[in-house]
């Protein structure tokens, strides 16, 4: 048997989450969360390499999808003004939405009006970084994720752990523990066939009764107002034809300027995100049509940050990000820890640099750090989104922050960061602090010439490596030597 | 031809028969070796950590120290990977038009080790013998930054005596990452335990690498766990011959 599904975390906001070091020791020791994801991204993994082997010009493609995103946030007030009219002229109504607060209560005002008391949701990973849910929830609203991943996570209190495979930390007995026990159904095998079926019997009525429904978008079309949606389950298609009003929260990046980019992301996309050809469904709508689909059609256009980061030169590129989630695949860092431990509803290389920005550089500051600078998501971004050049710009903005305050002057980390930039500004300081070293190391250094233990900083090297000491002679000290001989 | 060593801060500290293995190799391949006292880092560690100032005087003191070198040979693809990638960055924010005109000139005669044998010497016969099973950890920076491809499998491919033992998922960083690795020690371990499986499981005798930073990861965790694997810069299997081989490993 399996352990319980339910991990219970509090719902993410990364205001409130545990630094990137700390909460990724829990997830460390979680044997059946590793296991878990290890071979979910792998699987992952390994169909995108080989859709992407086929795919003769995956690099001019990739070229284009990231000039067609470059473009785009050169332009995006344009584009995004032709996207309100187009999508207004179409019969949708368009919110613009400064921050997290506004866009919900938007949202609420329109449920208001509906008098909805029930909503229906397509994934939307937008919706959980303004907190959605529970604002639904705490006045009044019942919310039901349609989502396979999503409704495992909502009916087992649990949160998403990637941005395409929300509930990738889990396996299909656990799902099945989850399905078990909120739907009152013990029978439940884990057949996926069985725990598939269990879902849809759960989401019929839904489909059929609740009247207003909210989605995502993965692209916003400014040339024709239009939005488009991928999905692999079809239950995003039920939510976008069976009720009556539709709410569309979309970040003001997500907009492309004509419909024909879509030639180009929608390969990039399914390749990248979940090493399919084609996504099984691809969802286009504009506007409202008498008589098909919803008759009120609401797009609520989300900033919460992002303006600030196109301001930015280095950062920008950030934006460009169709949320494919390859780089999280492919991330050594998050094949060990999973999302969770990134404490923010966008986690993996994406995350470590979206999530500081979007709060002003304010919190999360760990994250940029989650990273060995592999290059790994580098070289897999579709629309190549350098990450390891935003995380080092991230981190020097974290100690340019930091090492005004007067704690930090005294902060190991800080203090030999100082001391080594004086050393290195001196070859006469750098020969003097290698013997010195020597000599500091000595203590620590047993027979065989190997440190097992070191204090301080030290022993975060020393918990689980041991360390060579410092040969009796340095190379420069070899090289004078060997000149004094030639002589 | 005439080669200035940058041996970088922490072979010189810590690898220093690396450096010795590269004098040895490059004079026997007829090069003329300088080593140029005053150098110091890179500024690698620094830029990495975010102290962006401290990097650019580090950056700044290496281009005025090298701009009338022949040509420059570093044995550490991370470091190469650092002037090519970040110093520009660097000198467009804190620098002058001088400073990017000199780095500018001399950035094409910076070579990493494997790249100077076999793009500047045109020498993948090294005349190397190192009768060994060996597996090859490429680098992060050698693999994505600096593009080595088959450069190093080229110049291995040619020592006699030597089996090559192909490593599993050879892309996998090992969770070194520098200063990552004491930030995030807990990952970074995890990581390493990953990757040493892999390492591990070719049964080779040693694991070569062109940057010796993830080789003291994982030969300091080869080392904890008694493993029967040791580490050598394949500037070390490089310079061995018969009459002459590696130092320290019998």
Redesign the interface.
Known sequence: MSEPATTNHPIMDPRFAPTFPNAALVELRNPQLRKNVAHATDVIQSKRNRLVAEKTDWLRLRSSASAIRAHVLEHLGTYLEQFEARCTAAGGTVHWAADAAEARSIILEILREEQAKQVIKIKTMTSAEIQLNPALEAAGVEVFETDLAEIILQLGDDEPSHIVVPALHLNRSQVREVFARRMGRSDLTDDPQALTEAARTYLRPKFLNVPVAISGANFLIAETGGVAVVESEGNGRMCLTLPRTMITLAGIEKVLPRFQDLEVMLQVLARSATGERMNPYTSLWTGVTPGDGPQNFHVVLLDNGRSSILGRNTERQTLKCIRCGACMNTCPVYRQTGGHAYGSVYPGPIGAILTPQLMHMKHAQSLPYASSLCGACYEVCPVKINIPEVLIELRAQVVDQERKETARVYDPMYLGMRIANGIFASARRFRAAQRLGRMALAPFTGKDGWIHSLPALGARWTMTRDLRGLPKQSFREWWDAREREAK | MRASLF?T?Y???????T??AV?RLLERLGVEVE?R?????C?Q????????G?AF??AK?FVQLYQDAESVVIPSSSCVAMMR??YP?LFEELGNEQLRKQFAALLPRVHELSEFLVDCLEAEDVGAYFPHRVTYHAS??GL??LRLGDRPFRLLAKVRGLELAPLENL???C????????????????????KLQDVMSTRAEFCTALDNSCL??L???M??EFASMRTIHMAQILASTESSPAEGIL
Do not use: W, Y
Not at chain 2, 175 to 194: C, D, H, P, R, W
């Open positions: 041996i801060c072979n010189d500290t810590l690898f220093p028969e450096g010795r004098v080593f006292p005053a150098q110091t880092c500024g560690m620094h830029a990495n950590t975010g102290f962006r401290e005087s580090q003191r990638d970040q960055g992060c920076h994505r930054a892309d996998r960083c969770g070194f990452g520098g200063t990552f690795s004491i930030k995030n020690a807990e990952v970074s371990s995890a990581m390493l335990s990953t003291m990861h030969g300091g965790a080392h904890r």
